[in-house]
């Protein structure tokens, strides 16, 4: 049972690359979630998925898009990566039950730095 | 909007002293409550969380919080520092509309002291 898994660990990209971020979890979890942790901001929900197949913004999900094709797999895309994208990156998940009172799990994270 | 406060971005004790770790919620409604814990280099872990019930919350490693409604407070306390409780510290609410949507404060990095 491995949780939440995230990859890759770290990224480097330059101005205007893109690339997807994949987050795993086999925990058979509902919700899944996308989050960006900035020194001083604690954590920012960027999307996140109540369903496979289902993707909702959260707080500052402008240059970032989603898909949950698959209910274990969520995926996070930058099209074309600013340097305000450099962050450290975690994806979260939780099973259903009482609205909003289950424990997120939370993968290690991606640091990735834009050039 | 929901919105959570943490006194003191860092908070400096000495080994074996009290750990206090201060968390305002901003909510119409008792939300739902959380602490989590932040290893250097590692994702969040749960540390406690208050849903309904018992006010006083015991979790993990000798953590515990309180949750106050009419202060709009949920600290987190510990009576004695360990050197391995060295970590940031995030106070999270969720309020209970179904979204499962967590607001997390900015976080406290404790340093323990030798």
């Known amino acids: 049972n491995a949780g939440v898994t995230q990859t890759p660990k770290f990224r480097v990209l330059k101005t205007g690359q893109s690339m997807t971020l994949l987050c795993a979890q086999d925990m058979n979890h509902e919700y899944m979630y996308w989050y960006r942790q900035d020194p001083g901001m604690g954590l920012r929900l960027i999307h996140y998925?109540?369903?496979?197949?289902?993707?909702a913004k959260g707080e500052v999900p402008d240059g970032y898009n989603v898909s949950r094709l698959k209910k274990q797999n969520f995926l996070l895309g930058l099209e074309s990566a600013a340097p305000s994208q450099t962050s450290v990156y975690f994806c979260a998940s939780s099973s259903t039950g009482s609205a909003g009172s289950n424990e997120q799990f939370f993968g290690p994270g991606t640091r990735l730095t834009v050039l | 909007a929901q919105s959570v406060t943490q006194l003191g971005s860092h908070v400096s004790v000495s080994e074996g002293a009290l750990v206090l770790l201060r968390c305002n919620y901003s909510s119409s409604v008792p939300p739902y409550l959380f602490w989590y814990v932040q290893y250097p280099n590692q994702g969040l872990q749960l540390l406690l969380k208050?849903?309904?019930?018992?006010?006083l919350v015991k979790g993990i490693n000798g953590f515990e919080a309180e949750f106050k409604k009419s202060e709009t407070s949920f600290h987190l306390t510990k009576p004695s520092a360990h050197m391995s409780d060295a970590a940031e510290y995030f106070c999270a609410v969720s309020d209970r509309s179904g979204s499962e949507k967590l607001v997390f404060g900015k976080g406290t990095k404790l340093t323990v002291n030798p």
């Open positions: 998925s109540v369903g496979e197949g289902t993707t």
């Open positions: 208050y849903t309904t019930g018992a006010t």
